[in-house]
């Protein structure tokens, strides 16, 4: 008998939330026998919810904010990437019942720069702002495509030296103020500004000729950031829903086996923005 495996995201706020959109596209295209649902779970009822999730059949399961931390001590055991990034975005059921944690956001964006937008990493400049969670899961997957310098800027300026100390100086970190003058091939913006419509007070002229903006966050209007990008006339000025659909690809592979087309599900939710 082919049965329904059931998966969920969690988070606070998700109502809003396109994953269950996606897998279930994910889950049409590759016949697969699914159902994916949102959850609101807050920090505190966290452990309880998931435990009760798995317990009832549950097979795999996604985490954003602001659980992706807990996810992590959760995990019985993660993924290389995960540990990396001490944040873990999915949860999946390993048949001898423990739970297997990975980060998937990082090859996430990786996957929609390379593939979605033709945009080369190596031997560019690149600047990210913020050192938080968002930060965390992308920086081991940027590094793996060796720009030719990477720095990471942020409002507490010793959150992202603390940062670059644990990821052995493989960057450099500095405060806002000190990008005055600096030219980038890639700017990321991985704070939590655009949550609220803000922007990290950037100097301007940060971008090169073709230099081009990725924000991480995602709306259906353009962000702040993506507004910045276009206002610097960068080439190109982009928000995470690609990286949003490419990550959930990832999900999907590894708790289905199979890789889904993920452009098709990408120009369906751009043509209903
Ligand atoms: P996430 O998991 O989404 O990365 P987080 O760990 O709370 O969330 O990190 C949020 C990041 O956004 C931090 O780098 C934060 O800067 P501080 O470390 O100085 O707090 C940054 N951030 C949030 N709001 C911001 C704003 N309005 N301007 C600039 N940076 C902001």
């Given at each position: 008998m082919n049965t329904i495996n059931h998966y969920a995201v969690f988070g606070s706020?998700?109502?809003?939330?396109?994953s269950p959109r996606i897998h279930q596209l994910f889950a049409m295209q590759t016949h697969q026998n699914l159902d994916y649902i949102a959850q609101e779970v807050t920090a505190n009822n966290f452990i309880s919810t998931v435990e009760n999730f798995f317990k009832k059949g549950g097979v795999g399961l996604n985490c954003t904010v602001p659980l992706k931390e807990l996810a992590w001590q959760f995990a019985n055991k993660k993924t290389e990437r995960a540990e990396f990034a001490k944040a873990v975005n999915t949860l999946a059921l390993q048949s001898d019942g423990t739970i297997l944690g990975d980060n998937t956001d990082g090859i996430g964006l990786v996957n929609d720069l390379v593939f979605?937008?033709?945009?080369?990493?190596?031997?560019k400049r690149i600047l990210i702002l913020g050192a938080g969670g968002a930060t965390r899961g992308i920086l081991s997957p940027l590094l793996e495509q060796q720009p030719d310098y990477l720095i990471v800027a942020n409002r507490s300026v010793e959150k992202a030296a603390a940062l670059a100390i644990e990821f052995n100086n493989k960057f450099t970190s500095c405060s806002?103020?000190?990008?005055?003058g600096e030219k980038f091939d890639l700017i990321f913006n991985a704070t939590s500004a655009s949550l609220n419509d803000e922007l990290p007070p950037l100097p301007p002229?940060?971008?090169?000729?073709?230099g081009i903006c990725y924000d991480l966050a995602y709306g259906n209007l353009p962000t702040a950031f993506v507004r910045w990008g276009t206002s610097q006339n960068a080439r190109k000025s982009l928000d995470g829903l690609g990286m949003l659909v490419e990550q959930a690809a990832e999900a999907f592979k590894l708790w289905r086996g199979i890789q889904p087309n993920t452009k098709s599900v990408i120009e369906l939710l751009n043509s209903e923005r």
């Amino acid at each position: 008998m082919n049965t329904i495996n059931h998966y969920a995201v969690f988070g606070s706020p998700i109502s809003h939330s396109k994953s269950p959109r996606i897998h279930q596209l994910f889950a049409m295209q590759t016949h697969q026998n699914l159902d994916y649902i949102a959850q609101e779970v807050t920090a505190n009822n966290f452990i309880s919810t998931v435990e009760n999730f798995f317990k009832k059949g549950g097979v795999g399961l996604n985490c954003t904010v602001p659980l992706k931390e807990l996810a992590w001590q959760f995990a019985n055991k993660k993924t290389e990437r995960a540990e990396f990034a001490k944040a873990v975005n999915t949860l999946a059921l390993q048949s001898d019942g423990t739970i297997l944690g990975d980060n998937t956001d990082g090859i996430g964006l990786v996957n929609d720069l390379v593939f979605n937008h033709d945009i080369e990493l190596k031997n560019k400049r690149i600047l990210i702002l913020g050192a938080g969670g968002a930060t965390r899961g992308i920086l081991s997957p940027l590094l793996e495509q060796q720009p030719d310098y990477l720095i990471v800027a942020n409002r507490s300026v010793e959150k992202a030296a603390a940062l670059a100390i644990e990821f052995n100086n493989k960057f450099t970190s500095c405060s806002f103020d000190a990008l005055s003058g600096e030219k980038f091939d890639l700017i990321f913006n991985a704070t939590s500004a655009s949550l609220n419509d803000e922007l990290p007070p950037l100097p301007p002229n940060l971008l090169t000729e073709n230099g081009i903006c990725y924000d991480l966050a995602y709306g259906n209007l353009p962000t702040a950031f993506v507004r910045w990008g276009t206002s610097q006339n960068a080439r190109k000025s982009l928000d995470g829903l690609g990286m949003l659909v490419e990550q959930a690809a990832e999900a999907f592979k590894l708790w289905r086996g199979i890789q889904p087309n993920t452009k098709s599900v990408i120009e369906l939710l751009n043509s209903e923005r």
